[in-house]
């Protein structure tokens, strides 16, 4: 689980307080290195979440910017959470989760590139639609023993105050484009720490079954200062919490600690991007270490 206090700051904020952040993490090793995708938001009223960058990094720290896609480029109110993926066959993919104009609707749309730096946003299709009654975003995707698996953060539409709950849905592909809906993998649990929302953000197929992080949180107010929670399950669309607290949240301001990402090391072991509130009220995209049994 996160500890920030073993953690370094891997990309600040535009600026400092409340309402400017910087994270919603998607991280991938290939070829040597580190990619990183990660949204850039500004208060309401100045922009909300303007663009989404991808990064690339030799040590998982440091990054230079391959290119940055803007919410005008995507006709969108604003952008939250990517998904970077790379197919078996070596396709780049980036999943952009898109707030249509005007309304409290979310979709979401991929591109798709020979390169990380190659993203155009002129040949984008829609793949998570959503609906009327439904806006989707923020999905985490896993391709695991041939099948394409999808969890999506599910808000109901039908009244605008109530637009914020959200719950975790899963789904399975054979390419990673059309999607088939299974139902609700991980709901909110009354009374708890975690009883207005949970979106999952990362998830880990073991030989003991599902292990996956999520974002939860108790009320309206607490929407943006989510905390970490783990759940687990034997199959990835049936998802159960794990004890009674948040597993990971800031030391600071209101808690803020989410879209925890986890991504495997060579060693056997695993470095953590998450998005955390600071002591200001901004929220920066931090990182950290766990070596494995094979670190030197």
Same mark, same amino acid.
């Given at each position: ?36 995708? $990660? ?6 009223? =100045?922009? @909300?979440? +303007?663009?989404? !960058?991808?990064? *690339?990094? %030799? ?110 849905? $899963? ?6 484009? =059309?999607? @088939?809906? +299974?139902?609700? !993998?991980?709901? *909110?649990? %009354? ?106």
């Amino acid at each position: 689980m996160p500890r920030p206090d073993r953690s370094v700051t891997v990309i600040e904020p535009e600026a400092d307080g409340e309402g400017w952040w910087v994270g919603a993490p998607s991280a991938v090793a290939a070829d040597g290195a580190v990619y990183l995708a $990660y949204r850039m938001r500004r208060p309401l009223g =100045e922009g @909300r979440g +303007h663009a989404v !960058a991808v990064a *690339r990094s %030799a040590d998982g720290e440091r990054f230079e910017t391959l290119l940055v896609i803007g919410k005008e480029e995507m006709d969108a109110e604003s952008l939250e959470r990517p998904a970077l993926v790379r197919t078996p066959e070596g396709v780049w993919r980036l999943y952009l989760s898109c707030a249509t104009t005007g309304t409290k609707h979310w979709r979401v749309e991929v591109l798709e590139a020979a390169d990380p730096a190659g993203f155009d946003p002129r040949t984008s299709r829609v793949v998570l639609p959503g609906d009327a009654a439904t806006g989707v975003k923020d999905p985490v995707i896993v391709h695991h023993e041939g099948r394409w698996h999808l969890w999506a953060s599910c808000h109901p539409l039908a009244e605008d105050h109530q637009a914020d709950q959200m719950v975790t849905d $899963y789904a399975t592909s054979d390419d990673g484009l =059309e999607w @088939r809906w +299974h139902g609700t !993998a991980l709901d *909110r649990r %009354a009374g708890s720490w975690d009883a207005r929302g949970v979106r999952v953000s990362a998830v880990r197929f073991t030989p003991g079954g599902i292990v996956a992080a999520y974002d939860g949180r108790a009320s309206a107010s607490e929407n943006y200062e989510e905390r970490t929670g783990i759940a687990v399950g034997t199959t990835p669309g049936a998802l159960t919490a794990s004890g009674s607290e948040p597993w990971g949240r800031s030391p600071y301001s209101r808690g803020g600690l989410r879209y925890l990402e986890v991504l495997p090391t060579g060693d056997g072991g695993h470095r953590l991007y998450y998005e955390m509130t600071r002591a200001d009220g901004a929220h920066e995209l931090r990182t950290e270490l766990r070596a494995g049994a094979g670190a030197g």
